[in-house]
């Protein structure tokens, strides 16, 4: 996991300086994660929650302060849970 960790530091390291590459490479990573989330969504909404992800992935990467000494599995437990509120969130939008 520490070797994981990073790589994961240094792609938000890269993307921070406006490395694209690292950034799709941070995105890619969280793409199963984002993937399962999608699935758990009414499928007029999918897409809308695809991207806002997208986006709040984004913003949290460029917001991390690459010099603490956070363990970045804060950072992936950070996504995962916000995934998780978005899926809840949305879930309570369906009408039975």
């Known amino acids: 996991m ?12 890269a993307a921070q300086g ?6 799709w490479e941070i995105i890619q990573q969280f793409s199963p994660l984002i993937k399962k989330a999608r699935g758990k969504t009414i ?8 991207q ?3 986006e709040k992935i984004i913003r949290a990467i460029h917001s991390f302060d690459i010099n603490t000494s956070v363990d970045l599995t804060h950072f992936r437990k950070s996504v995962h ?11 309570s939008n369906f009408v039975e």
Request: glycine share 2%.
């Open 2 to 13: 520490k070797n994981s960790e990073n790589n994961l530091r240094e792609l938000v390291r």
């Open 18 to 23: 406006g490395d694209q590459t690292a950034l």
């Open 81 to 91: 849970l916000f995934a998780n509120l978005e899926k809840n969130q949305n879930n």
């Open 43 to 50: 499928l007029q909404e999918r897409d809308d929650l695809e």
């Open 52 to 54: 806002e992800l997208f």
